[in-house]
């Protein structure tokens, strides 16, 4: 008798998918072990003081008609002594603690460090006044598009992004004195027919940052329609790359984004249309802007504000200027043109630099392997468990409103059902970005006592929102694909149309939608990176802040594919897992090769002597 072969179980699917997240973990892991770059990540923190050996003079190169810093409408004649402020009249939103947002990414005057830590020169001098003041300073990380609103609307004490106080924004918030000033610097790839802003015209694709002055200028004074980007690390990225062929920015943004070998130079300057940068509080918060001006007159005073400049920012100032009011003595400059030049030898030119190959650029900008290496840390100690908690959470909620949105969505009732399909219109109508922000700006300042003015989990509520709308119409779908059969039989043996569509319908249409729902889930944790609009504390960042943090320390984006990286971690395997449910759901337990036929199973256990 020929003895039966059983046929052997195919492999699981589990198996494929801890093998192909195994691959990943592998791949990141040796990218930070043994990726090019050698024992360590280069020593390139954009985010640290440069110190006087990178002074500056005054430009030479100005546009014609801007050699002054022009009238100053706006500084006080004097401020009172800093130990004659009553810091409980300041309207602070915590009594004791000075709530500040600020940016992360413009390197030396607002970053955040390799440590994670809010710092550059305008947040060190918030903190040295903060320290006169008897103030605790909390940094939070936001961005500069809707800094003056979250400081309008209660959300910060105040703003400290080297904000230049124009007109305009004098309508949102108020300004406290001056403490810097400001040049725009005009950069163009070397051997570019553009030597200065007059050569701007409409054949060019000048770059700016979205809301600064700078967008301003080039919209207002030249009358051009710019390029505008999140950030000044991606600008200069596109001009790099030749995407565009301006562009205008800060000049110490500009100065710290061109490294030695970049085929980029400053052709000119301009001064900054309203004279000075400032900081933003609240609309007719007077007593905070005087405590604030008090001590920056102090901190003036006592030489803080000379070691802080020194050490952050060190370059000529205009003619007349001086930070601080009236009445407080200008800082005992040094010589900041002879300091230059006494270390002008130690400065790469970069004028006579030719342009990169494509791929050579493509190489330095997205793959400097020293970089993953030391994103990776931050990205899985911080990023990846903010990004697991915003996901879950709005996830977990999103489906909970995403249900009844389905049930209401089918309902008999038109009072359930219209409201339902109202609901579902506006929150997949609106971006993503305008439900964040009109939850975390709208709903935050009435919710203030609850969440102690922490927008984290008003993010996740707002995911949760926008995801439930998506969610509800998936469900939706699922259950109104099941035959109308499944309902008229389960009513034939006595159940009750809820029990029905309960124990019936539901759980059919649901495991229809398994794949739709995963993908909608995958879309979250790449939507959590939107948070950030909200602001965010340094221990408060997903993958995408944490990434581009580094971007801002570096002026590399190779930190940013780092943090895609760890994304598709997350979302390939579950992708694939999603996809071995719906085949196990819809298909069963997979059969053996050569199954036995019931009688040859039945002559089989005879042939034994069972």
């Known amino acids: 008798m020929v003895p039966l072969r059983l046929g052997a179980p195919r492999r699981r699917r589990p198996t494929r998918i801890l093998a192909l997240a195994g691959v990943l973990l592998v791949g990141l892991v040796g990218t930070v072990s043994f990726g090019a770059g050698g024992a360590g990540a280069k020593d390139n923190d954009l985010c640290s003081p440069p110190g006087l050996a990178a002074a500056s003079a005054a430009p030479s190169n100005l546009a014609s008609g801007q050699q002054s810093a022009g009238a100053d409408r706006f500084t006080t004649a004097t401020t009172q002594p800093v130990d004659k402020i009553d810091v409980s009249k300041l309207g602070l939103l915590t009594p004791g603690k000075l709530s500040v947002g600020t940016l992360s990414d413009a390197p030396p005057s607002i970053c955040v460090d390799s440590k994670g830590v809010f710092t550059g020169f305008d947040n060190e001098l918030l903190k040295a006044i903060g320290a006169k003041l008897g103030l605790r300073v909390e940094f939070t990380g936001t961005e500069f598009a809707g800094l003056l609103a979250q400081v309008a609307n209660n959300r910060f004490d105040l703003g400290s992004s080297s904000i230049t106080t124009t007109d305009a924004r004098r309508q949102l918030v108020d300004f406290t004195n001056g403490y810097d000033f400001g040049y725009f610097s005009l950069v163009v790839?070397?051997?570019?027919?553009?030597?200065?802003?007059?050569?701007?015209?409409?054949?060019?694709?000048?770059?700016?940052?979205q809301g600064t002055v700078q967008d301003e200028y080039v919209v207002n004074e030249l009358h051009l329609d710019p390029v505008k980007f999140p950030d000044y690390n991606t600008a200069y990225a596109n001009l790099k790359t030749g995407q565009i062929d301006a562009w205008v920015a800060p000049s110490q943004q500009a100065i710290g984004a061109i490294k030695p070998g970049d085929p980029t130079s400053i052709v000119q300057n301009t001064f900054s249309v309203n004279n000075f940068t400032a900081w933003a509080v609240r609309k007719g918060n007077q007593p905070l802007a005087d405590a604030l001006n008090a001590g920056l007159d102090a901190v003036i005073k006592?030489?803080?504000?000379?070691?802080?400049?020194?050490?952050?920012?060190?370059?000529?100032?205009?003619?007349?200027?001086?930070?601080?009011?009236?009445?407080?003595?200008?800082?005992?400059?040094?010589?900041?043109?002879?300091?230059?030049?006494?270390?002008?030898?130690?400065?790469?030119?970069?004028?006579?630099?030719?342009?990169?190959?494509?791929?050579r650029q493509l190489k330095d900008t997205f793959f400097d392997w020293s970089l993953y290496r030391k994103a990776f840390p931050d990205l899985f100690k911080t990023g990846l468990p903010n990004t697991l908690i915003l996901a879950l959470v709005s996830g977990a909620l999103g489906t909970v409103l995403g249900m009844l949105l389905a049930v209401a969505g089918i309902s008999r009732t038109r009072w359930l059902r219209w409201p339902a399909r109202v609901y579902t219109?506006?929150?997949?109508?609106?971006?993503?970005?305008?439900?964040?922000?009109?939850?975390?700006?709208?709903?935050?300042?009435?919710?203030?006592?609850v969440t102690g003015n922490n927008p984290y989990w008003l993010g996740a509520v707002a995911l949760a929102l926008l995801a439930s709308a998506y969610i509800g119409e998936i469900f939706r779908s699922g259950i109104q694909s099941v035959e109308a059969g499944q309902l008229e039989a389960a009513r034939a043996i006595g159940f009750g149309y809820r029990q029905a569509m309960t124990l019936v319908v539901i759980p059919q249409g649901v495991r229809r939608v398994l794949p739709a729902l995963m993908n909608q889930f995958i879309a979250l944790i790449k939507d959590s990176s939107l948070i950030y609009f909200l602001g965010l504390l340094a221990t408060q960042r997903e993958l995408f802040a944490v990434g581009r943090d580094l971007n801002s320390q570096t002026g590399n984006l190779s930190p940013l594919v780092a943090a895609g990286l760890v994304y598709l971690l997350l979302t390939v395997p579950l992708t694939h897992l999603v996809n071995y449910i719906d085949k196990r759901m819809r298909e069963g337990r997979p059969q053996a090769a050569n199954p036995a036929e019931p009688v040859d199973a039945a002559a089989i256990t005879e042939g034994r002597g069972a």
């Open 425 to 449: 219109d506006i929150f997949r109508g609106l971006p993503a970005v305008v439900i964040i922000l009109i939850i975390g700006l709208g709903i935050g300042p009435v919710v203030r006592n």
């Open 189 to 209: 790839p070397n051997g570019s027919a553009v030597k200065g802003f007059s050569d701007l015209g409409r054949g060019n694709r000048i770059g700016v940052v």
């Open 302 to 359: 006592d030489g803080t504000y000379l070691k802080l400049y020194q050490d952050w920012v060190p370059r000529q100032p205009p003619p007349g200027w001086k930070p601080g009011s009236k009445a407080v003595a200008a800082p005992d400059w040094p010589d900041f043109a002879q300091i230059a030049a006494e270390h002008a030898a130690d400065r790469p030119d970069n004028s006579g630099v030719a342009a990169k190959s494509t791929l």
